[in-house]
Protein backbone atom coordinates (compact mmCIF):
# COMPACT_ATOMS: atom_id res chain seq x y z
CA UNK A 1 0.00 0.00 0.00
CA UNK A 2 1.81 3.21 -0.88
CA UNK A 3 1.36 6.78 0.86
CA UNK A 4 2.10 10.27 -0.74
CA UNK A 5 4.29 12.74 1.09
CA UNK A 6 6.82 12.25 3.75
CA UNK A 7 5.61 10.30 7.07
CA UNK A 8 8.20 10.20 9.48
CA UNK A 9 6.31 9.70 12.49
CA UNK A 10 6.19 5.52 11.99
CA UNK A 11 7.54 3.84 15.31
CA UNK A 12 8.84 1.22 12.73
CA UNK A 13 11.34 1.67 9.96
CA UNK A 14 9.57 1.22 6.39
CA UNK A 15 10.41 2.06 2.98
CA UNK A 16 7.84 3.64 1.73
CA UNK A 17 5.55 0.97 1.25
CA UNK A 18 2.92 -0.94 3.41
CA UNK A 19 2.16 -4.20 2.97
CA UNK A 20 -1.02 -5.86 4.34
CA UNK A 21 0.32 -7.86 6.75
CA UNK A 22 2.76 -5.16 7.86
CA UNK A 23 -0.44 -3.00 8.76
CA UNK A 24 -1.91 -5.87 10.26
CA UNK A 25 1.18 -6.12 12.50
CA UNK A 26 0.88 -1.99 13.24
CA UNK A 27 -2.69 -2.37 13.67
CA UNK A 28 -2.14 -5.41 16.40
CA UNK A 29 0.83 -3.73 18.49
CA UNK A 30 -1.57 -0.42 18.25
CA UNK A 31 0.87 1.40 15.84
CA UNK A 32 -0.96 2.12 12.95
CA UNK A 33 -3.26 5.11 12.65
CA UNK A 34 -3.76 8.22 15.44
CA UNK A 35 -4.38 7.45 18.96
CA UNK A 36 -7.18 10.12 19.77
CA UNK A 37 -10.07 7.72 17.83
CA UNK A 38 -12.94 10.27 17.67
CA UNK A 39 -15.93 8.77 19.07
CA UNK A 40 -18.26 11.53 18.22
CA UNK A 41 -18.74 15.14 17.30
CA UNK A 42 -21.48 17.55 17.92
CA UNK A 43 -21.47 20.89 16.61
CA UNK A 44 -24.57 23.25 17.30
CA UNK A 45 -27.17 23.77 14.10
CA UNK A 46 -30.10 25.35 16.29
CA UNK A 47 -31.50 26.43 19.71
CA UNK A 48 -30.96 24.15 22.31
CA UNK A 49 -29.95 23.85 26.33
CA UNK A 50 -28.36 20.39 26.51
CA UNK A 51 -26.18 18.00 24.43
CA UNK A 52 -25.94 14.53 25.32
CA UNK A 53 -23.03 12.19 24.23
CA UNK A 54 -24.94 8.43 25.04
CA UNK A 55 -22.65 6.70 23.32
CA UNK A 56 -18.90 6.73 24.42
CA UNK A 57 -17.54 3.54 23.67
CA UNK A 58 -17.07 3.30 27.97
CA UNK A 59 -15.82 -1.08 27.37
CA UNK A 60 -13.62 0.15 24.86
CA UNK A 61 -11.32 3.34 26.75
CA UNK A 62 -10.40 3.72 29.86
CA UNK A 63 -9.51 7.33 29.14
CA UNK A 64 -12.04 9.75 27.36
CA UNK A 65 -11.05 13.00 25.91
CA UNK A 66 -14.03 15.34 25.71
CA UNK A 67 -12.84 19.13 24.11
CA UNK A 68 -14.84 21.93 23.74
CA UNK A 69 -14.94 25.02 21.48
CA UNK A 70 -16.54 28.08 20.82
CA UNK A 71 -18.82 27.55 23.48
CA UNK A 72 -21.85 30.37 23.97
CA UNK A 73 -24.96 30.60 25.84
CA UNK A 74 -27.97 32.85 24.74
CA UNK A 75 -27.95 34.50 28.41
CA UNK A 76 -25.61 36.43 29.68
CA UNK A 77 -23.44 35.42 32.62
CA UNK A 78 -24.43 31.80 32.96
CA UNK A 79 -22.70 28.57 32.73
CA UNK A 80 -22.74 27.18 29.52
CA UNK A 81 -20.34 24.05 30.43
CA UNK A 82 -22.37 21.67 33.44
CA UNK A 83 -21.83 17.95 33.01
CA UNK A 84 -23.53 15.42 34.33
CA UNK A 85 -23.04 11.24 33.89
CA UNK A 86 -25.40 8.96 33.24
CA UNK A 87 -24.51 5.51 35.55
CA UNK A 88 -26.12 2.61 33.21
CA UNK A 89 -28.18 4.98 31.39
CA UNK A 90 -29.53 6.67 34.40
CA UNK A 91 -28.92 10.54 34.82
CA UNK A 92 -26.95 11.41 38.26
CA UNK A 93 -28.84 14.70 39.44
CA UNK A 94 -28.05 14.52 43.34
CA UNK A 95 -25.43 16.36 44.80
CA UNK A 96 -22.92 13.88 44.84
CA UNK A 97 -20.27 15.29 42.28
CA UNK A 98 -16.74 16.99 43.65
CA UNK A 99 -14.97 19.51 42.70
CA UNK A 100 -11.30 21.21 43.03
CA UNK A 101 -10.71 23.49 40.91
CA UNK A 102 -8.99 27.18 41.03
CA UNK A 103 -9.63 30.25 38.89
CA UNK A 104 -7.47 33.07 37.29
CA UNK A 105 -8.73 36.52 35.41
CA UNK A 106 -6.29 38.09 33.38
CA UNK A 107 -6.51 41.21 35.43
CA UNK A 108 -4.14 39.57 38.19
CA UNK A 109 -6.55 41.20 40.31
CA UNK A 110 -8.70 37.82 41.14
CA UNK A 111 -8.12 34.22 42.14
CA UNK A 112 -10.82 31.95 43.50
CA UNK A 113 -11.23 28.13 43.90
CA UNK A 114 -14.15 26.12 43.30
CA UNK A 115 -14.28 23.16 45.98
CA UNK A 116 -17.37 21.12 46.45
CA UNK A 117 -18.05 17.52 47.52
CA UNK A 118 -21.91 18.31 47.41
CA UNK A 119 -21.98 19.68 44.06
CA UNK A 120 -24.89 18.47 41.78
CA UNK A 121 -22.82 18.67 38.43
CA UNK A 122 -19.21 19.71 37.33
CA UNK A 123 -18.67 22.67 35.43
CA UNK A 124 -15.61 23.50 33.21
CA UNK A 125 -16.10 27.49 32.96
CA UNK A 126 -17.19 30.31 34.61
CA UNK A 127 -20.07 32.21 33.70
CA UNK A 128 -20.10 32.74 29.97
CA UNK A 129 -21.26 36.02 27.99
CA UNK A 130 -23.62 36.21 25.40
CA UNK A 131 -21.29 38.94 23.28
CA UNK A 132 -19.45 38.57 20.46
CA UNK A 133 -16.45 36.24 21.56
CA UNK A 134 -17.53 35.32 24.72
CA UNK A 135 -16.59 32.23 24.01
CA UNK A 136 -15.34 29.06 26.03
CA UNK A 137 -12.53 26.43 24.74
CA UNK A 138 -11.35 24.13 27.37
CA UNK A 139 -10.35 20.26 27.40
CA UNK A 140 -11.23 17.40 30.10
CA UNK A 141 -9.80 13.97 30.54
CA UNK A 142 -12.06 11.50 31.87
CA UNK A 143 -11.02 8.30 33.76
CA UNK A 144 -12.49 5.00 34.36
CA UNK A 145 -15.70 5.66 33.09
CA UNK A 146 -16.71 1.91 32.47
CA UNK A 147 -14.52 0.61 35.41
CA UNK A 148 -18.12 0.23 38.00
CA UNK A 149 -15.88 -0.97 40.64
CA UNK A 150 -14.00 2.57 40.81
CA UNK A 151 -15.10 6.00 40.55
CA UNK A 152 -14.96 8.02 37.94
CA UNK A 153 -13.02 11.36 37.65
CA UNK A 154 -11.22 13.61 35.38
CA UNK A 155 -9.43 16.86 34.90
CA UNK A 156 -9.33 19.53 32.51
CA UNK A 157 -8.48 22.77 31.83
CA UNK A 158 -10.35 26.25 29.90
CA UNK A 159 -9.98 29.41 29.05
CA UNK A 160 -12.71 31.86 28.10
CA UNK A 161 -13.95 35.30 27.31
CA UNK A 162 -16.30 35.84 29.56
CA UNK A 163 -19.24 37.68 30.57
CA UNK A 164 -16.56 40.34 32.50
CA UNK A 165 -15.71 41.07 30.00
CA UNK A 166 -11.90 39.23 31.09
CA UNK A 167 -9.68 36.65 29.88
CA UNK A 168 -10.73 33.76 32.47
CA UNK A 169 -8.81 30.29 32.92
CA UNK A 170 -10.03 27.30 35.08
CA UNK A 171 -8.54 24.40 35.30
CA UNK A 172 -9.01 21.20 38.40
CA UNK A 173 -10.30 17.71 39.24
CA UNK A 174 -13.26 16.59 39.00
CA UNK A 175 -14.67 13.18 40.68
CA UNK A 176 -17.75 11.17 40.44
CA UNK A 177 -17.12 9.44 43.97
CA UNK A 178 -19.59 6.23 42.67
CA UNK A 179 -18.13 2.77 41.99
CA UNK A 180 -20.78 2.93 38.90
CA UNK A 181 -20.44 2.61 34.96
CA UNK A 182 -20.68 5.91 33.28
CA UNK A 183 -21.96 5.46 30.41
CA UNK A 184 -22.99 9.01 29.06
CA UNK A 185 -22.20 12.85 29.00
CA UNK A 186 -24.74 15.53 29.47
CA UNK A 187 -23.48 18.78 28.72
CA UNK A 188 -26.11 21.98 29.07
CA UNK A 189 -26.44 25.67 30.11
CA UNK A 190 -28.00 27.01 33.38
CA UNK A 191 -30.33 29.00 31.46
CA UNK A 192 -31.41 29.43 27.82
CA UNK A 193 -30.15 27.96 25.16
CA UNK A 194 -27.09 27.81 23.09
CA UNK A 195 -26.04 29.40 20.81
CA UNK A 196 -22.56 28.13 19.50
CA UNK A 197 -20.85 25.30 20.48
CA UNK A 198 -18.31 22.19 18.79
CA UNK A 199 -17.96 19.20 21.09
CA UNK A 200 -15.68 16.39 20.53
CA UNK A 201 -15.58 13.40 22.30
CA UNK A 202 -11.91 10.89 21.77
CA UNK A 203 -10.94 7.65 23.37
CA UNK A 204 -7.27 7.55 24.28
CA UNK A 205 -6.15 4.78 22.06
CA UNK A 206 -4.86 1.62 24.51
CA UNK A 207 -3.76 -1.78 23.43
CA UNK B 1 2.07 18.36 13.07
CA UNK B 2 1.89 14.53 13.08
CA UNK B 3 -1.05 12.33 14.76
CA UNK B 4 -0.69 11.26 18.06
CA UNK B 5 1.03 8.00 17.83
CA UNK B 6 1.40 5.69 20.21
CA UNK B 7 4.87 4.87 20.94
CA UNK B 8 5.41 2.25 23.91
CA UNK B 9 2.91 1.25 27.00
CA UNK B 10 4.24 -0.85 29.73
CA UNK B 11 1.68 -2.40 31.87
CA UNK B 12 2.80 -2.91 35.38
CA UNK B 13 2.13 -6.00 37.11
CA UNK B 14 4.53 -7.02 40.15
CA UNK B 15 5.99 -4.70 42.96
CA UNK B 16 8.49 -2.50 42.55
CA UNK B 17 9.73 0.58 44.11
CA UNK B 18 10.54 2.35 40.90
CA UNK B 19 10.46 1.33 36.84
CA UNK B 20 12.46 2.12 33.71
CA UNK B 21 10.58 2.75 30.10
CA UNK B 22 13.69 2.68 28.10
CA UNK B 23 13.64 4.27 24.49
CA UNK B 24 10.55 6.31 24.42
CA UNK B 25 11.69 8.92 23.28
CA UNK B 26 13.67 8.97 19.82
CA UNK B 27 14.50 10.92 16.96
CA UNK B 28 10.83 10.20 15.20
CA UNK B 29 8.81 12.59 17.81
CA UNK B 30 9.74 16.26 19.36
CA UNK B 31 6.86 15.92 21.69
CA UNK B 32 5.64 12.87 23.99
CA UNK B 33 2.33 12.71 25.76
CA UNK B 34 2.14 10.00 29.07
CA UNK B 35 -1.10 8.64 29.89
CA UNK B 36 -1.05 6.57 33.09
CA UNK B 37 -3.79 5.41 34.81
CA UNK B 38 -4.57 3.63 38.11
CA UNK B 39 -0.68 3.68 39.16
CA UNK B 40 -1.78 2.08 42.18
CA UNK B 41 1.06 1.86 45.68
CA UNK B 42 1.12 -0.34 48.96
CA UNK B 43 0.74 2.71 50.63
CA UNK B 44 -0.26 6.70 50.25
CA UNK B 45 3.27 8.18 48.40
CA UNK B 46 4.10 10.59 45.71
CA UNK B 47 4.47 9.82 42.02
CA UNK B 48 7.26 11.38 40.65
CA UNK B 49 9.38 11.29 37.26
CA UNK B 50 13.01 11.19 36.33
CA UNK B 51 14.86 10.84 33.09
CA UNK B 52 17.03 8.30 31.48
CA UNK B 53 19.88 9.49 29.20
CA UNK B 54 21.35 7.88 26.22
CA UNK B 55 23.62 5.79 28.05
CA UNK B 56 20.58 3.96 30.13
CA UNK B 57 21.73 5.80 33.39
CA UNK B 58 18.87 6.83 35.25
CA UNK B 59 19.57 11.01 36.29
CA UNK B 60 18.86 11.20 39.76
CA UNK B 61 21.57 14.58 40.35
CA UNK B 62 19.66 17.58 41.56
CA UNK B 63 19.02 18.53 37.67
CA UNK B 64 15.50 19.00 38.11
CA UNK B 65 13.38 22.00 38.77
CA UNK B 66 9.44 21.61 39.31
CA UNK B 67 6.44 23.32 40.47
CA UNK B 68 2.91 21.74 41.19
CA UNK B 69 -0.17 23.42 42.43
CA UNK B 70 -2.43 21.19 44.00
CA UNK B 71 -6.12 21.18 44.70
CA UNK B 72 -8.44 19.49 46.95
CA UNK B 73 -12.37 19.17 47.44
CA UNK B 74 -11.36 20.23 51.23
CA UNK B 75 -10.32 23.86 52.65
CA UNK B 76 -6.47 23.29 51.33
CA UNK B 77 -4.27 23.83 48.49
CA UNK B 78 -0.77 23.41 48.32
CA UNK B 79 1.91 24.85 45.68
CA UNK B 80 5.38 22.72 46.04
CA UNK B 81 8.62 23.62 44.16
CA UNK B 82 12.55 23.06 43.79
CA UNK B 83 15.18 24.14 41.38
CA UNK B 84 17.32 22.01 42.28
CA UNK B 85 16.04 18.20 43.09
CA UNK B 86 16.60 14.99 42.08
CA UNK B 87 13.34 14.21 39.79
CA UNK B 88 9.74 16.19 38.94
CA UNK B 89 7.97 15.80 42.44
CA UNK B 90 4.17 14.20 42.23
CA UNK B 91 4.46 14.79 38.71
CA UNK B 92 2.27 11.58 38.11
CA UNK B 93 -0.04 12.92 41.60
CA UNK B 94 0.13 10.55 44.60
CA UNK B 95 -0.25 6.35 44.60
CA UNK B 96 -2.98 5.06 46.53
CA UNK B 97 -3.32 1.39 47.96
CA UNK B 98 -4.93 -1.16 45.59
CA UNK B 99 -8.16 -1.58 47.25
CA UNK B 100 -11.25 -0.11 46.81
CA UNK B 101 -12.49 2.44 44.45
CA UNK B 102 -9.18 4.40 44.65
CA UNK B 103 -7.75 5.31 41.57
CA UNK B 104 -5.35 7.50 39.89
CA UNK B 105 -4.77 9.33 36.15
CA UNK B 106 -2.31 11.67 34.86
CA UNK B 107 -2.02 13.21 31.50
CA UNK B 108 1.23 14.36 30.97
CA UNK B 109 3.52 16.03 27.84
CA UNK B 110 7.50 16.17 27.49
CA UNK B 111 9.03 18.55 24.74
CA UNK B 112 12.13 18.49 22.91
CA UNK B 113 13.83 15.46 25.23
CA UNK B 114 15.80 13.71 22.42
CA UNK B 115 17.38 17.19 21.04
CA UNK B 116 20.72 17.48 22.80
CA UNK B 117 21.02 21.17 22.29
CA UNK B 118 18.42 22.06 24.64
CA UNK B 119 16.86 21.38 28.05
CA UNK B 120 13.48 18.88 28.64
CA UNK B 121 10.37 20.88 29.56
CA UNK B 122 6.90 19.14 30.85
CA UNK B 123 3.90 20.00 31.91
CA UNK B 124 1.35 17.51 33.69
CA UNK B 125 -1.84 17.09 35.55
CA UNK B 126 -2.86 14.80 37.88
CA UNK B 127 -5.57 13.10 39.95
CA UNK B 128 -5.75 10.97 42.75
CA UNK B 129 -8.98 9.37 44.68
CA UNK B 130 -9.07 8.09 47.85
CA UNK B 131 -10.63 9.61 50.42
CA UNK B 132 -10.89 12.89 49.19
CA UNK B 133 -10.15 13.93 45.76
CA UNK B 134 -6.28 15.76 44.87
CA UNK B 135 -5.66 17.12 41.66
CA UNK B 136 -1.85 18.70 40.84
CA UNK B 137 -1.17 20.57 38.22
CA UNK B 138 2.84 20.62 37.44
CA UNK B 139 6.06 22.34 35.06
CA UNK B 140 8.95 21.03 34.95
CA UNK B 141 12.37 21.20 33.98
CA UNK B 142 15.07 19.09 33.35
CA UNK B 143 18.48 21.40 33.55
CA UNK B 144 21.00 19.00 31.45
CA UNK B 145 21.53 19.16 27.86
CA UNK B 146 22.12 16.31 26.00
CA UNK B 147 19.49 13.46 24.77
CA UNK B 148 17.22 11.90 26.93
CA UNK B 149 15.56 8.56 25.71
CA UNK B 150 13.41 7.24 28.64
CA UNK B 151 11.40 7.84 31.60
CA UNK B 152 11.86 6.44 35.51
CA UNK B 153 8.42 6.44 37.51
CA UNK B 154 9.38 6.27 41.00
CA UNK B 155 7.61 6.77 45.01
CA UNK B 156 8.99 8.72 47.68
CA UNK B 157 7.18 7.86 50.64
CA UNK B 158 5.25 10.23 52.82
CA UNK B 159 4.17 8.23 56.08
CA UNK B 160 4.63 4.52 57.39
CA UNK B 161 7.14 2.23 55.40
CA UNK B 162 8.22 1.88 52.03
CA UNK B 163 5.74 1.65 49.83
CA UNK B 164 6.13 -0.30 46.11
CA UNK B 165 3.95 0.38 42.90
CA UNK B 166 2.02 -2.80 42.44
CA UNK B 167 -0.11 -2.34 39.07
CA UNK B 168 -0.71 0.08 36.39
CA UNK B 169 -0.25 1.32 32.64
CA UNK B 170 1.84 3.89 31.39
CA UNK B 171 1.02 5.00 27.87
CA UNK B 172 3.20 7.06 25.82
CA UNK B 173 2.49 8.92 22.69
CA UNK B 174 4.63 10.88 20.08
CA UNK B 175 4.08 14.07 18.30
CA UNK B 176 6.20 14.93 15.26
CA UNK B 177 6.23 19.09 14.89
CA UNK B 178 7.66 18.73 11.01
Same mark, same amino acid.
Given at each position: ?9 ? +???? #? ?16 ? &? ?6 ? $?????? =? ?20 ? !? ?16 ? !?????E?? @????? *? ?15 ? #???? %? ?23 ? &? ?6 ? *? ?7 ? =? ?15 A?K???I ?19 ? /?? | ?8 ? $? ?10 ? %?????E ?43 E ?7 I ?5 ? *? ?10 ? =???? @? ?21 ? !? ?5 N????? /???? &?? /? +????? #? ?11 ? @? ?6 T ?9
Open positions: MPYIGTQPND +VKQN #TGLYTPSEILELTKDGHW &GGSLELIK $EQTYSG =SVNQVIFDEIQEENYNVHLLIF !EKVQGTADNVQTDNIQLF !ENGVLTS @NVYQV *AQRNHRATGSFTNVSRS #TASN %QWNVGVGGGNQANEKLSGYMYMYNA &GNSSKFTF *ASMHSSMWS =SDPHMWHKYGGLCLPQSVDGKIYVSSGNYSSYKFRLFGVK /KI | MSALRLVKQ $EIVSSSVSSFII %QDCFTNFDIYKISVTDLMTSAFCRLNLRFVNSAGSVISTGSYAFSVAETTGSTADKGNTET *AGFLNFFGYGLA =SSGT @NSQGSDSWIFNPYQSDTYTFGVS !EASSNGNLVFG /KSIG &GF /K +VLGKV #TGIQINQTIISGS @NPTIDSGVSIYGLKIS
